[in-house]
């Protein structure tokens, strides 16, 4: 009996050894099949300043004691991708049919090349990998830096820091302006701000921006999908302790709201002074005020969710602003271009402030939406309120009870030079028309320079809006 079994052991060892063998030559089908990626993400952390090239890799690890059939490996941006592929040593955009052996592994190797001087080309460029596998599909996210830029992640500044124009920034988090720092912002310069990046100012924020050199604030997605959506990055917020703050000649656009002000000045300057800047696309509101001191002069604020926000009283002077708004294919002109109240409402009761509101020489019209009154003054309480338009230019069927006007203009069409919705072009100069209402029907300022930064005609009234008849 012995001798038996001693014969049949080699059988039955060869037959264990064949059938193992045999199993590691077929393939798993189960879509439970254990696959391994090194990484989920390649991620492509250097600025670039010069061409050049740089690869990284990850690994697909077949964990499983069969082989097993990737049925697809896809660069998802074909060849007109900025990133380019080698899978286990062959270069490709797409490869099918590839063979992983048992509890081995292939490699993929991810390379970039970028010329950051080609302006055209986005900050962040993305891209992914698909991988198909036993009825699994797996991506896995490409992402690199395009253009050369200042790129900063959740910035804290601290003492007085100067931004100049020799490269654009992109903000990937939020900025912080200390409570004891100024930024100032050279002309020219130009700020990309990511989705969920705001601008907090507890201190200082001085832009010096200029006619043809303005500085410029958007989101950071500059394709054409894009490039001209409202609420693409928060906004500027100037908090309780901010002071002090000036913007010259510049750019806010794309933006939730586009400023934020909140709570009183805390020294005899307002919070914020604005000259001659332009506000567009915010999506809740150009200029948000929550009881603060502002002063805004020959600026335009057009086609947002609401012109100009003020809530809760505060100090306001506008001089020589247009504020505009028309429904297009990113927003409908369903609200006020100026919405003024006196309260807010704190544990379901209405609290009231004292408020100080002076419109000069201003503009206030809107068009294509269901709205038709472009100016909405609303008063709550006995406290001081004192809102005044003086030689202004404005929309509406019935004129607001607790509101002051002075020599004004009512429901004239303003005669702007081009409108154009389906193109999204608009220019609120005024046409050279004999009809247009407010040529020359305007006071005179301490403010002598337009939107353009052109002289108003001394010694003679002045036009309404922003932009000066030449």
């Given at each position: 009996?012995?001798?038996?079994?001693?014969?049949?052991?080699p059988?039955?060892f060869?037959?264990?050894?064949f059938?193992?063998?045999?199993?590691?030559?077929?393939?798993?089908?189960?879509?439970?099949?254990?696959l391994?990626f090194?990484s989920?993400?390649?991620?492509?952390d250097?600025v670039?300043t010069?061409?050049?090239?740089?690869t990284?890799?990850f690994?697909i690890?077949?964990?499983?004691?069969?082989?097993?059939?990737?049925?697809?490996i896809k660069?998802?941006?074909?060849?007109q991708?900025?990133?380019?592929?080698?899978i286990?040593?062959t270069?490709?955009?797409?490869l099918?049919n590839i063979e992983i052996?048992?509890n081995?592994?292939?490699?993929?190797?991810?390379?970039?090349?970028i010329?950051?001087?080609?302006?055209?080309?986005?900050?962040?460029?993305?891209?992914?990998?698909k991988?198909?596998y036993?009825?699994n599909?797996?991506?896995?996210?490409?992402?690199a830096?395009?253009?050369?830029?200042?790129?900063?992640t959740?910035?804290?500044?601290?003492?007085?820091v100067s931004?100049?124009?020799?490269?654009?920034?992109?903000i990937?988090?939020?900025?912080?302006?200390?409570?004891?720092a100024v930024?100032t912002?050279?002309?020219?310069?130009?700020?990309?701000v990511?989705a969920?990046?705001?601008?907090?100012?507890d201190?200082t924020?001085m832009?010096q921006g200029?006619?043809?050199?303005?500085v410029?604030?958007?989101?950071?997605?500059?394709?054409?999908d894009?490039?001209?959506?409202p609420a693409?990055?928060?906004?500027i917020?100037?908090r309780t302790?901010s002071k002090?703050?000036?913007l010259?000649?510049?750019v806010?656009?794309n933006a939730y709201?586009a400023i934020?002000?909140?709570?009183p000045s805390?020294n005899?300057?307002?919070?914020?002074?604005i000259?001659?800047c332009?506000?567009?696309?915010a999506?809740?509101?150009?200029?948000?005020?929550n009881?603060?001191d502002?002063?805004?002069?020959?600026?335009?604020?057009s086609?947002c969710?609401?012109?100009i926000r003020?809530?809760?009283g505060?100090?306001y002077?506008?001089?020589?602003?247009t504020?505009v708004?028309?429904?297009?294919?990113?927003?409908?002109?369903?609200?006020?271009?100026?919405?003024?109240s006196?309260?807010?409402?704190?544990?379901?009761?209405p609290i009231?402030?004292?408020?100080?509101a002076q419109f000069?020489?201003?503009?206030?019209?809107?068009e294509g939406?269901?709205?038709?009154?472009?100016?909405?003054?609303?008063?709550?309480?006995?406290?001081l309120?004192d809102?005044s338009f003086?030689?202004?230019?404005?929309?509406?069927?019935?004129?607001?009870?607790d509101?002051?006007?002075?020599?004004s203009?009512k429901?004239?069409?303003?005669h702007?030079d081009?409108?154009?919705?389906f193109n999204?072009?608009y220019d609120?100069?005024?046409k050279?028309?004999?009809?247009a209402?407010?040529?020359?029907?305007g006071i005179n300022?301490?403010?002598l320079?337009d939107?353009?930064?052109?002289?108003r005609?001394?010694g003679?009234?002045?036009?309404m809006?922003?932009y000066?008849?030449?």
């Amino acid at each position: 009996m012995k001798r038996k079994l001693f014969f049949y052991f080699p059988i039955a060892f060869c037959i264990i050894f064949f059938m193992t063998s045999c199993n590691k030559e077929n393939f798993i089908t189960s879509s439970d099949a254990s696959l391994f990626f090194t990484s989920d993400s390649i991620k492509f952390d250097t600025v670039f300043t010069s061409v050049g090239s740089i690869t990284k890799s990850f690994k697909i690890i077949n964990q499983n004691n069969q082989k097993l059939l990737l049925s697809e490996i896809k660069l998802m941006g074909g060849t007109q991708s900025a990133f380019r592929l080698n899978i286990n040593g062959t270069a490709a955009t797409q490869l099918n049919n590839i063979e992983i052996d048992a509890n081995d592994s292939i490699y993929i190797f991810v390379a970039i090349t970028i010329n950051p001087t080609q302006q055209n080309l986005p900050f962040i460029l993305s891209d992914s990998i698909k991988i198909n596998y036993t009825g699994n599909e797996k991506f896995i996210q490409l992402q690199a830096y395009g253009q050369n830029a200042h790129f900063l992640t959740n910035e804290n500044i601290i003492g007085d820091v100067s931004w100049q124009n020799d490269l654009p920034y992109v903000i990937l988090g939020s900025i912080h302006i200390n409570e004891s720092a100024v930024l100032t912002i050279e002309s020219g310069t130009k700020i990309f701000v990511h989705a969920n990046a705001p601008i907090l100012v507890d201190g200082t924020l001085m832009t010096q921006g200029a006619k043809n050199d303005e500085v410029i604030f958007t989101g950071d997605r500059l394709d054409n999908d894009y490039s001209n959506l409202p609420a693409s990055w928060p906004g500027i917020i100037f908090r309780t302790s901010s002071k002090n703050n000036v913007l010259h000649f510049t750019v806010i656009k794309n933006a939730y709201q586009a400023i934020l002000a909140l709570d009183p000045s805390i020294n005899t300057f307002p919070k914020v002074s604005i000259h001659q800047c332009t506000i567009n696309n915010a999506y809740d509101a150009g200029i948000f005020s929550n009881h603060s001191d502002l002063l805004v002069e020959n600026s335009l604020i057009s086609n947002c969710g609401t012109g100009i926000r003020i809530i809760n009283g505060g100090n306001y002077e506008f001089v020589n602003c247009t504020s505009v708004g028309y429904s297009n294919d990113f927003m409908s002109h369903n609200k006020p271009t100026l919405n003024v109240s006196n309260y807010i409402y704190q544990n379901g009761n209405p609290i009231a402030s004292d408020l100080s509101a002076q419109f000069t020489n201003c503009i206030f019209w809107g068009e294509g939406g269901t709205n038709t009154e472009e100016i909405f003054v609303d008063k709550f309480g006995n406290t001081l309120f004192d809102v005044s338009f003086n030689h202004t230019l404005y929309k509406a069927d019935v004129d607001p009870i607790d509101a002051n006007f002075i020599t004004s203009i009512k429901n004239q069409d303003p005669h702007f030079d081009s409108v154009d919705v389906f193109n999204n072009y608009y220019d609120f100069r005024i046409k050279n028309n004999p009809f247009a209402p407010g040529i020359d029907q305007g006071i005179n300022t301490i403010y002598l320079n337009d939107l353009d930064n052109q002289t108003r005609i001394s010694g003679l009234t002045t036009d309404m809006g922003c932009y000066e008849k030449q």
